[in-house]
């Protein structure tokens, strides 16, 4: 693949940016019996799994793949279920193969600086998609992820173009302690207790911590004495919760009394942190009343409720949290009220929980209603549904 010439200071981009299209891997092509009955029994978490990275954001084009080192055209024909369980020196991996098409300049870049560039701008997105929805659970051991990108040098003043192949395996805890790190220190800390390879060599992912400082945050992080994170990334308990509380109490309240009027919070019903398949989230009650015209099943109200009243507080709320927040994802929790009838009105309990990195995509216009709903799960009284916006809309008053 011939691409432009760099500048000594840039990185090339390479076509415009769009989400990844994230897939797994079916449960009958993997032969091994029990990596197969694994694949199908966590599907779901899978499944969410491929959500939240086709909803980020990656600063070039990033596509999971079967395949390392293949040219971008070719890759957009090619199999893209990579999300599997698997083997790996006796442990049970949860793998994730892609191919990042940036080309780092050699003269600009060293390799490390190269293999660093590409763990923070793919691989810990990765982490931070794939690592909690497996927090509660016995597997995997450890995550495996195989990045490719590509190096630009001169040779003979020939400008050429290659692969680099980078590899992180990291055990279970340690990808817990990076995810919930609050700082590139830290996660360099709990990085180090994995092992990287670039095109089979081993290398250090650390950026700037001398081995000393890495081995003291990796002590500090493995006692779970860090600030916020680390003790919530182990399961979110009723103590962790309540300072996670806290931490936002100030956010939370600035956010009530500005966007009341548009919001309408339940009167009573504060926000709170809850626990989320091993994550937390911030428990937002709304009150939503829909017209009597509206009337219908739960899902087309569900729908109508998103569309209408929901959709419309995202960017607001979101605006109460920075980047940097270490909560999973935002449960907007709401009573749909439709007063079809004075003395019995229709309400269901409907819960959209969804995560934080797709929030922050559907905020940038780079998701729909409908892609961030399909990213995230939707309770009906208590039961997880589907629902179609489009549907609800075209049967809306009939």
Known sequence: MRIGRLSLLAILLVGIHRPAAGQVLPPSEIPDPAIRG????????????????????????????????????????SDQRSIQFDRFHGQIVLKITGNYFAAYSAASLTKEERVRRTFEDVMVPLLQATVP???????????????????????????????????????????????????????????????????????????QLSASSVAERSRVLS???????????????????????????????????????QAHFVPDGRPAFIAFRGAPYLQIPFVTTLGTADAGSQYKLAALAFDRHIAH???????????????????????????????????????????????RSYKEFNLTGQQLIDAGVVLINGERAGIDLQMAEATAGR
């Open 313 to 359: 507080l995202i960017r607001p709320v979101l605006g109460y949290f920075q980047d940097g927040a270490d909560f999973a994802g935002i449960d907007f929790s709401t009573t749909v009220r439709v007063p079809s009838n004075v003395h019995d009105p229709r309400a269901d309990a409907v819960e959209f929980l969804l995560p934080l990195a797709a929030l």
């Open 133 to 207: 929805p497996f927090l509660q659970t016995e597997v995997p051991d450890s995550f495996a992820l195989e990045v490719s990108h590509h190096v630009v040098k001169a040779v003979l003043g020939i400008e050429t173009e290659s692969a680099e192949n980078v590899a992180l395996v990291l055990p279970k805890a340690s990808a817990q302690r990076l995810v919930a790190a609050r700082d590139a220190a830290d996660r360099d800390a709990a990085v180090a207790e994995g092992s990287a390879y670039v095109n089979g060599a081993p290398i250090s992912l650390a950026s």
């Open 38 to 77: 694994l694949q199908q029994s966590h599907l779901e978490q899978l499944q969410a799994i491929a959500a939240a990275v086709g909803a980020h954001g990656f600063p070039y084009h990033f596509y999971l793949s079967r395949r390392l080192d293949i040219a971008e055209r070719e890759q957009e024909r």
């Open 223 to 261: 006692a779970g004495v860090t600030a916020r994170g680390a003790e919530i990334a182990s399961s979110p308990t009723g103590a962790s919760l309540k300072r996670q509380d806290a931490t936002y109490r100030d956010a939370v309240e600035r956010m009530v009394k500005d966007l009341d009027a």
